[in-house]
């Protein structure tokens, strides 16, 4: 069974970086492509990014394109979220996700990801 652990989340300004991890465990990442999904207070989760199970094809939402950059080591078992320029509606739980296939990736649908990890809290403030 597939577990996925999100980690480096945190209180930053805006402007700031974090860089968000998404650690598995249970099996290798090397079939799954993995998405960042996020929820703010009161809204739906939204798919912010993904990226193939080798690697080769990413796609992001529009808001983060030029501030946000997904990447993966498949030795270490563990796909990262970079994200520079942050702003307050960045602000939310972001959820990293897996999802069986072999070719590309896409988060226009959440319900195609099988497992998914806990969260962790980014708050963008001043």
């Known amino acids: 069974q597939l577990q996925l652990v999100e980690s480096g989340g945190g209180l930053v300004q805006p402007g700031g970086s974090l860089r968000l991890s998404c650690a598995a465990s249970g099996s290798t990442l090397d079939y799954y492509a993995i998405g960042w999904f996020r929820q703010a207070p009161g809204k739906e989760r939204e798919g912010v990014l993904c990226i193939s199970s080798k690697g080769g094809v990413t796609n992001y939402i529009d808001s983060v394109k030029g501030r946000f950059t997904i990447s993966r080591d498949n030795v270490k078992n563990t796909v990262y979220l970079q994200m520079n320029g942050l702003n307050t509606e960045d602000t939310a739980v972001y959820y990293c996700?897996?999802?069986?296939?072999?070719?590309?990736?896409?988060?226009?649908?959440?319900?195609?990801?099988?497992?998914w990890g806990q969260g962790t809290q980014v708050t963008v403030s001043s």
């Open positions: 996700a897996a999802d069986r296939r072999n070719f590309g990736c896409s988060v226009a649908s959440r319900h195609d990801y099988e497992y």
